[in-house]
Each structure stands twice: as structure tokens, then as C-alpha cells.
């Protein structure tokens, strides 16, 4: 069992940078592969980003690549979301995953655990 939480949304301009923490329970932290999800108001959940266990290798989707960075820091059960040069159409929820399998990362059912969210708001 895997409980996550997220923190570091907020209101912020266009073209403004925030950094999402996820921070993990539990000792295995490190065999999970993580990612994060947005959720718009009216729009279905969206993959943004993942990472694997090691931290080795990240996949970006398009309307984020170039701006956005996922890393994790596995000594301390944390993944880290920068976010760069910020749009309104990045406003959203921001959840975080994690995932035991290997295969698969694009899907809300390739993850295992879900933290609550955390709110960005983009002004323009």
C-alpha cells in the first residue's frame, strides 16, 4: 500500500513556474514508477508525465514537453513536478500516480495509487 500526497499548487500568472511535490508513504518507494496526471474543469484526466523507478528515463506529453521537468528523489519517497513558463491552458488538478507494473504509463489503469490533487490555476 502506497499513500500519496500533493502539494505546491496554486495561482500563478502566465509564464510563471510552480513545483509540484508528491510525497510517498512506505518503504518501497523506488520499485514504483511514478507520473503525474491534470484533470481540467469538463475534461477527462490527461497523462503529463512519467518516470521510472530509477529515474533513469521520463516520457513528457507533447503539450508539456520543453516545459515541464518530473524527477524523483527516492531517499526521500518524493517526486518533484517543475513547471516552466506556465499557460492558462495548464490549469487543472494535478494528481499524482504510482505504478508497480512496468508496462504501460499512458493510462489512468496502468497506476496503481492516487494522491488527491493538487490545485494550479493559471491566469492570463
Known amino acids: 500500500q502506497v499513500q500519496l500526497v500533493e502539494s505546491g499548487g496554486g495561482l500563478v500568472q502566465a509564464g510563471s513556474s510552480l513545483r509540484l511535490s508528491c510525497a510517498a508513504s512506505?518503504?518501497?518507494?523506488?520499485?514504483?514508477?511514478m507520473g503525474w496526471f491534470r484533470q481540467a474543469p469538463g475534461k477527462e484526466r490527461e497523462f503529463v508525465v512519467t518516470?521510472?523507478?530509477?529515474?533513469?528515463?521520463?516520457y513528457y506529453a507533447d503539450s508539456v514537453k520543453g516545459r515541464f521537468t518530473i524527477s524523483r528523489d527516492n531517499a526521500k519517497n518524493t517526486v518533484y513536478l517543475q513547471m516552466n513558463t506556465l499557460k492558462p491552458e495548464d490549469t487543472a488538478v494535478y494528481y499524482c500516480?504510482?505504478?508497480?507494473?512496468?508496462?504501460?504509463?499512458?493510462?489512468?489503469?496502468?497506476?496503481?495509487?492516487w494522491g488527491q490533487g493538487t490545485q494550479v490555476t493559471v491566469s492570463s
Open positions: 500516480a504510482a505504478a508497480r507494473s512496468l508496462y504501460g504509463f499512458g493510462r489512468e489503469r496502468d497506476y496503481d495509487y
Open positions: 518516470i521510472s523507478r530509477s529515474g533513469t528515463n521520463t
Open positions: 512506505g518503504r518501497t518507494f523506488s520499485s514504483y514508477r
